[in-house]
């Protein structure tokens, strides 16, 4: 495959990790050169940080979750995620991002957040007092939870249902924008000795939310950030899920392991998107990918396959079980699963996808083994291994046909590979003009880097959190003189 070129866009190009020893690579932290089980030692974040930001990567962002995954062998067993450190043991993501951000100037930072278990009002307080202290470089990546064992970690005896997470997490996001952008005034922070004010009185108001599931007072408690609202990303691929993502998201993450099946997603998620009045280019779509490359086709397989080595397959297998909340151990060692009666569609699909894309992949039976295998490292996203050159086309491919705008970068081992993605692959995307030699705003915000599109740290006219904001001047924000009560 030759480089087309034909696309002259800039690639966003996020790294993806967690503050687990195993992210989506259980097994791996047994690697010599993995140093992703240091994560609990600011040092590893610290150097991680840096070398991110000095590729020139658009950001960091780090998944999370609020239980374990229980499903594999279960229901609720505990065990097998233990060895492979299947995204178990996983400590909170916040506190590490102050440590980066002061080695680090640039760079952007994901952070996972749920919308089920929280109240808005402590989590808004949170991500205004990180905004700060990154100097508006913070994003939020909104959840609203999947793992049963999270619900119970939070005193329910089950999970709230699917698509009730999604109408929360609507009311939780109005409480978010109300405290962010229409609690202060624009011009309510003057500092100034010679009035004696700090704040100036009748410039900062309470929300009064008194809303379905949630109340609060206000008024908001941290003063106005960078961004007010963190750059907001989102992944949900149901239909409740596609419609809040569409709605509020500024970065999607989008599912598929083969660049047609995303581009349909990419493609509802824009047209979705002018119906309810959104600027389709204002969402940028990321395609979840593992990249590991070197300077050969052969020397980047022989590290694969080194990697595959550390791989442990109940970890991976358990992981299965939490993503589709189905107990594979329930069926025999030598079942081929694209025939196996019961198992999801969804799934079938993806085996039917990998099938076609490994190969001599229709002739194998799809295994245990063989799941495990193609989950192990990166998890239900596409791979790209290969040289520089097989790697930009790979990438190249996807852009072009999946229509998207970059991707989100996840590793076997870190910060190794994104390293060999530094020192390998950026070289070649920048001879290709395809991605940035330095950040579009230096010092910017995370919005200003992702969007890339100069129009500042604040939030986009399209977006519905700009509804709730208070300009300087305005007697009382727009939304509460009751033209907007709430984002419909
Ligand atoms: C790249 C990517 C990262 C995700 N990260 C998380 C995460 O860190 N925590 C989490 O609870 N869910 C995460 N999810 C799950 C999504 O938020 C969402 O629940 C999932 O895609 C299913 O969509 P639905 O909620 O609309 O059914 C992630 C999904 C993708 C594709």
């Known amino acids: 495959m030759g480089s087309t070129g034909a696309s002259q866009k800039q690639w966003v190009m996020n790294a993806f990790a967690m503050s687990s020893p195993g992210h989506v690579a259980a097994g791996l932290w047994r690697h010599p050169q993995n140093r992703s089980q240091e994560y609990l030692n600011l040092g ?5 940080a840096r070398i991110l930001e000095e590729g020139k990567f658009n950001g960091l962002f780090i998944a999370d979750m609020l239980g374990i995954y229980d499903v594999y062998q279960g229901p609720g067993n505990i065990n097998p995620v233990l060895p492979g450190a299947a995204q178990f043991p996983i400590s909170d993501p916040f506190p590490a991002i102050a440590a980066m951000a002061a080695v680090t100037t640039s760079l952007a930072f994901g952070i996972t957040s749920s919308t089920t278990y929280e109240h808005p009002f402590a989590l808004a307080r949170r991500f205004s007092t990180l905004d700060h202290l990154t100097r508006g470089r913070v994003g939020w990546n909104i959840v609203t939870s999947y793992l049963e064992s999270a619900a119970k970690n939070f005193g329910l005896d089950t999970q709230v249902p699917h698509d009730t997470r999604y109408a929360k ?21 003057v500092q100034d000795p010679k009035t004696k004010q700090y704040t100036v009185p009748g410039r900062v108001r ?12 206000g008024p908001h408690t941290v003063e106005p950030s960078p961004q007010r609202t963190p750059f907001i990303f989102q992944a949900g691929t149901s239909s409740a899920g596609k419609v809040f993502a569409t709605k509020h998201a500024e970065a999607m993450f989008l599912p598929g392991m083969e660049p047609h099946v995303t581009r349909k997603a990419a493609d509802s998620i824009r047209k979705l998107a002018v119906e309810i009045g959104r600027n389709p280019d204002s969402i940028k779509l990321l395609a979840g990918i593992i990249i590991i490359v070197d300077e050969t086709d052969e020397k980047a397989q022989a590290k694969y396959e080194e990697y595959l080595s550390y791989a442990d397959d109940d970890g991976t ?14 069926w025999g060692d030598d079942e081929d699963f694209r025939f196996a009666p019961g198992f999801p569609g969804a799934v079938q699909g993806m085996l039917e996808a990998w099938s076609s894309t490994v190969p001599g992949g229709k002739n194998i039976k799809w295994t245990k083994s063989r799941i495990a295998r193609e989950l192990a490292l990166g ?9 520089p050159e097989t790697v930009a086309d790979i990438l190249q491919h996807w852009i072009d046909e999946a229509n998207i705008d970059g991707f989100n970068i996840s590793y076997a081992i870190s910060p190794g590979n994104f390293q060999d993605i530094i020192k390998y692959l950026f070289p070649e995307l920048r001879r290709r003009g395809v991605f940035w030699d330095d950040y579009a705003v230096p010092g910017g915000t995370a919005r200003e880097n992702y969007s890339a599109d100069g129009k500042g740290p604040r939030v986009r006219a399209d977006h519905p959190a700009s509804r ?3 300009r300087a001047g305005e007697e009382v924000p727009e939304y509460a003189k009751g033209e907007v009560d709430s984002v419909k």
């Open 169 to 189: 997490a609507e009311e939780y996001l109005n409480v978010t924008y109300k405290l962010w952008e229409g609690s202060w005034r624009d011009d309510a922070v």
């Open 44 to 48: 590893y974040w610290i150097d991680l």
């Open 206 to 217: 309470r929300i009064d939310h008194e809303g379905e599931w949630f109340k609060s007072a």
């Open 379 to 387: 998890g239900p996203h596409a791979k790209a291994i290969g040289s």
């Open 317 to 330: 297998l358990a992981l299965f079980g939490g993503w589709y909340g189905v107990d594979i151990s329930q």
């Open 468 to 470: 709730f904001r208070w």
